[in-house]
């Protein structure tokens, strides 16, 4: 981890420096090595390692920040553009906004090509640098592991040294992966500008180590009643923080059916058990076919909702109904619930065929 | 003080259960939650912070506050009953305490909140005090002694046995409703007690956040604060989502909605969060057009509006729910640190 900070650092700074972005994002932290937060550097002189950071704990995408990274540099410009108007300049002496340096996962990179097929980034505003990922650990799974009072987490290879006030703990990576990691899709970049990575992996190596429709498959296996069970016990803790939408780089609407009271479905709080449920059923529609299965949905909710289960449900089915489809696998892919087929589209009476399944 | 095995507090909460609700944390579905107490459920005394805090026994995250309705010619209010009066809380840390006064100073200054009232007028609070926090701890900074926390009653664990010590009136009472389930402390008891405090004060200074101080914040800081640009890089990576308003005991913004139900208009008041792009949206839009603006009113609410209207008291109270909840780690702490507030 430290070698491939050394060399993103390096790469980082000399873009900046040449010129050839204007602002980087990437990760930084804070007090207790695990508490990264996503950063955007401007100035070469920021990029101190220590300040920039790459470690277990960068499972954020930073593919959602491009939309909001890009929109505000664009107003900037259209800003400066229109004050120059005003003058009496020209306004086409002001500056485009440059390029954005972004470092992406390879889980991050299916975000990247999906956002481009929606027309949601622009790709010329930016490099992308794919980073060489062995997986992202989940700091509640080390605290549920009985890490308490922790000031400091250092990497070392397969497992994580874990310090804290009441002694020392050591953890098998493997042991504490984030879900998303420990159902990893692969570790090969699925778009990059150029790509950082020391020791690669051999080709099709670097799958996470479970099944990633084992839980789907549980749930199928289930009664209607013991599923509709499962999902009440789950979503009736659900505290309508948003926080899985406002990660989600599917989710991308400038306004949302939820924040927009002509929807008739918009809420703050689950009133009764049935809006418990509305709000994830519709975002689960929503997303479905554009959902890449980043896992970010189930890495931020605070309660821990299995939220995954809902995406990968509709990935499944898609896979059966319609063949193999995996979101974001490339740019502008004909996604099959959006491409009418007359001869091989499923009819609604699969539902009950299924046994509603 | 009193004293009692903790293999006989399940008889303590059947007796309390008998007379009041009794709300505690307990372990359900995988974490720890304030729940009222049933018969088979156990005491969660290990646990901290529940992931929400027990602020919602007497602020709801949803609660309805009035029903319309139209007969003929003749328009309807029909008043929702006030909610019944007086629980106990069980187990509540030293950081919620506090919180509980935080909402006081809102809720129960004029214009009093009748509901919140009705909840909160007649409740015991039974604090636990803490002796192996966790690095997100930092409640000492605003005052709190976590070793020995203030509420009606206050409890410790040494070994097997839970102490009960005495804090208010309503305490005593309330100790003494249930005098023959407990014994006397011996003189013993109140060294062991004591002990164990002064091991938890030596952990306490140990902890990463121990030196953190609200030095620099306070009710006169708007116009120093305000336009800092420093808010612009802290708030860059928040996802405006609601968690750390909805998981932080003493956030208290609501938002007033009308349903209709047909036959009905249902009014009802459910948490609002300051990080929402639609909170305080009025007519003319909303005066916090970009998430910067949002977040910092989040921390200077906390930390300088608060104060200015309640003596100099934070409205933070150092849980470090935030901190251990956001989905980016952008953070209270954060914020106080950027503005140098890391040293004592
Ligand atoms: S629904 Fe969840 S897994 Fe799917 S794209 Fe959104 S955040 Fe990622
Ligand atoms: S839930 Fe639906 S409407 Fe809301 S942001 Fe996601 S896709 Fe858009
Ligand atoms: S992140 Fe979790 S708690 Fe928040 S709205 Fe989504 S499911 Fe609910
Ligand atoms: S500070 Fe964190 S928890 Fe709060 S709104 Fe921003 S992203 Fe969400
Ligand atoms: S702001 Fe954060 S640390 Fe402070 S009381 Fe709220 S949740 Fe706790």
Redesign the pocket.
């Known amino acids: 981890m430290q070698e491939i900070t050394g060399l993103m650092v390096k790469r980082a700074k000399e873009l900046l420096e040449a010129g050839e972005v204007q602002r980087v994002i990437g990760w930084t932290t804070g007090d207790f090595c695990y508490d990264v937060t996503p950063a955007v550097f401007t100035k070469a002189e920021d990029l101190e390692e220590g300040k920039f950071v790459y470690n277990s704990f960068c499972g954020s995408n930073l593919s959602k920040y491009l939309i909001q990274t890009l929109r505000n540099d664009i107003n900037a410009v259209n800003t400066a553009k229109a004050m120059a108007a005003r003058k009496g300049e020209n306004p086409d002496d002001i500056p485009g906004p440059g390029k954005t340096l972004v470092f992406l996962k390879p889980c991050d990179t299916y975000s990247f090509n999906q956002l481009l097929t929606e027309h949601r980034i622009d790709k010329s505003l930016v490099y992308v640098i794919g980073v060489a990922c062995r997986g992202m650990a989940d700091i509640e799974k080390i605290k549920l592991m009985g890490a308490s009072g922790i000031t400091k987490v250092i990497d070392a290879g397969d497992k994580l040294e874990v310090k804290t006030i009441y002694g020392d703990k050591s953890f098998d990576k493997k042991d504490v992966l984030l879900e998303k990691c420990a159902c990893c899709k692969g570790k090969e970049h699925k778009y990059a500008d150029e790509v950082i990575d020391p020791e690669p992996l051999p080709e099709g190596e670097g799958k996470g180590p479970m099944d990633r429709m084992a839980g789907v498959t549980m749930l199928e296996e289930m009664t209607a009643e013991e599923r509709y069970a499962f999902w009440n016990d789950q979503l009736s803790r659900c505290i309508k923080?948003y926080?899985c939408r406002?990660a989600c780089p599917a989710c991308t609407c400038m306004k949302c059916v939820f924040d927009n009271p002509r929807s008739g479905v918009d809420s703050k709080a689950n009133v009764t058990e049935f809006e418990e449920k509305m709000y994830h059923i519709i975002r689960a529609f929503h997303v479905a076919g554009r959902c890449t299965d980043c896992g970010e949905c189930s890495r931020v909710c605070p309660q821990g909702i299995p939220l995954h289960l809902l995406n990968r449900k509709f990935i499944k089915d898609i896979n059966e109904f319609y063949g193999d489809y995996q979101a974001g696998e490339a740019e502008g892919q004909r996604a099959p619930l959006v491409n009418f087929d007359a001869e091989n589209d499923v009819e609604p009476s699969i539902v009950n065929e299924k046994g509603g399944n | 003080m009193k004293k009692i095995a903790l293999s006989k507090l399940n008889e303590l909460f059947a007796a309390i259960a008998k007379d009041t609700e009794l709300h505690l944390p307990v372990n359900f579905k995988g974490e720890t939650v304030f729940k009222k107490w049933t018969e088979g459920d156990n005491y969660a005394k290990d646990s901290l912070k529940t992931v929400k805090s027990p602020k919602d026994l007497f602020f709801p995250q949803n609660e309805n506050i009035s029903n319309f309705r139209k007969e003929g010619n003749k328009f309807i209010i029909d008043p929702v009953e006030l909610p019944k009066s007086g629980i106990v809380v069980f187990g509540v840390r030293g950081c919620d305490e506090q919180s509980f006064r935080v909402l006081d100073n809102v809720f129960l200054a004029e214009p009093v909140d009748t509901f919140y009232e009705a909840r909160r007028k007649n409740s015991v609070i039974i604090t636990a005090a803490c002796t192996k926090p966790s690095e997100s701890c930092f409640c000492k900074t605003f005052g709190i002694d976590p070793t020995d926390p203030a509420g009606d009653v206050t409890t410790w664990i040494v070994d097997d046995n839970m102490f009960f010590a005495v804090k208010t009136e309503k305490g005593e009472a309330f100790l003494a409703k249930y005098a023959d389930i407990f014994t006397e402390a011996e003189e013993d008891d109140t060294y062991r007690v004591e002990n164990v405090k002064y091991l938890a004060n030596q952990i306490f200074a140990k902890l990463p956040l121990a030196d953190l101080t609200t030095e620099g914040w306070g009710g006169d800081k708007t116009d120093e604060k305000f336009d800092d640009p420093k808010w612009q890089d802290l708030?860059t990576?928040?996802?405006?989502?609601?968690?750390?308003?909805f998981v932080c005991p003493t956030c208290q913004c609501y938002d007033i909605r009308d349903y209709n139900t047909g036959n009905q208009i249902q009014r009802s008041r459910c948490w609002d969060?300051c990080?929402y792009k639609d909170f305080t949206m009025c007519a003319h839009g909303t005066a916090r057009p970009t998430?910067k603006e949002?977040?910092r009113q989040?921390f200077m609410h906390k930390l300088v509006y608060y104060p200015a209207n309640n003596d100099g008291m934070f409205s933070c109270v150092g849980c470090g729910r935030?901190v251990d909840?956001?989905?980016?780690?952008?953070?209270i702490v954060k914020v106080i640190k950027a503005f140098g507030g890391d040293k004592k």
């Open positions: 923080c926080a406002n | 708030s990576a928040c996802l405006g989502c609601g968690t750390c308003t969060s990080m998430q949002r977040y989040r935030c909840k956001c989905p980016v780690q952008t953070n």
